[in-house]
């Protein structure tokens, strides 16, 4: 099975860089991802990690260790339309995802 | 495109009775998904499907059952529903059922009194 923990909130200023991290406890790794979902609408993709390091995809950036067991998304030059929650999954060795709870970002002016 | 379409868009059920929600996907997607997602929770799997003709359970499968009989939908069946069956319901679907990206219907709001 999956255990996946993030932060609940992160409150961050327009313009600003947040973090978001995620740790992970599985009995089989097969990649990890991170969605994005606005409030009240479906989650979308965002980014994938297999091997570790950096994957870095405009503002958005997601750093794997799987040593670790470690994640993070990195969100640069924030905007007020990045405010959502942002899921981390883990895909297991049956390639099912597993989500954590979710980080509600909040972007303030 | 339409993509993945989900219906009803909320519903409110009494206990006991039997509910079907709806899922169509049009990009012949071959994996298929019901999740549920609940505040504090985040998203569980409650059954899959890799292809037409076969279907999985989830991490939580008891009190929902699925069927796969064609490429493009894959309703979820509640025989008889508890309060506890409350719950936003997604779908989605995946190119293959090894690809991690998926791609989520608008959810399915379902309140169970």
């Known amino acids: 099975g999956q255990n996946i923990d993030q932060p609940t909130e992160m409150t961050a200023t327009e313009g600003a860089i947040v973090q978001i991290n995620c740790t992970y406890q599985?009995?089989?790794?097969?990649?990890l991802f991170w969605y994005q979902q606005h409030a009240g609408e479906a989650p979308t993709f965002l980014s994938y990690?297999?091997?570790?390091g950096l994957e870095e995809k405009g503002r958005f950036s997601s750093f794997l260790s799987r040593s670790k067991g470690y994640s993070y998304l990195l969100l640069k030059e924030l905007q007020m339309k990045d405010s959502a929650s942002y899921l981390c999954?883990?895909?297991?060795?049956?390639?099912?995802?597993?989500f954590g709870a979710g980080t509600t970002v909040t972007v303030r002016a | 495109t339409a993509g993945i379409t989900q219906a009803p868009t909320s519903q409110i059920l009494a206990a006991g009775r039997s509910m079907t929600l709806r899922c169509t996907q049009d990009?012949?997607?071959?994996?298929m998904y019901w999740y549920r997602q609940d505040l504090g929770l985040g998203l569980r799997l409650i059954h899959y499907s890799n292809t037409a003709g076969t279907t999985g359970k989830g991490e939580v499968p008891d009190g929902y059952s699925v069927s796969r009989a064609n490429t493009d939908d894959f309703p979820l069946t509640l025989a008889s529903a508890v309060p506890s069956q409350t719950s936003v319901y997604f779908c989605?679907?995946?190119?293959?059922?090894?690809?991690?990206?998926?791609?989520f219907g608008e959810g399915s709001r379902l309140t169970v009194l």
């Open positions: 990009m012949r997607h071959n994996a």
């Open positions: 989605a679907s995946s190119l293959t059922g090894d690809t991690g990206e998926l791609f």
């Open positions: 999954a883990v895909r297991d060795r049956d390639y099912k995802l597993s």
């Open positions: 599985t009995s089989g790794f097969n990649g």
């Open positions: 990690n297999v091997l570790d």
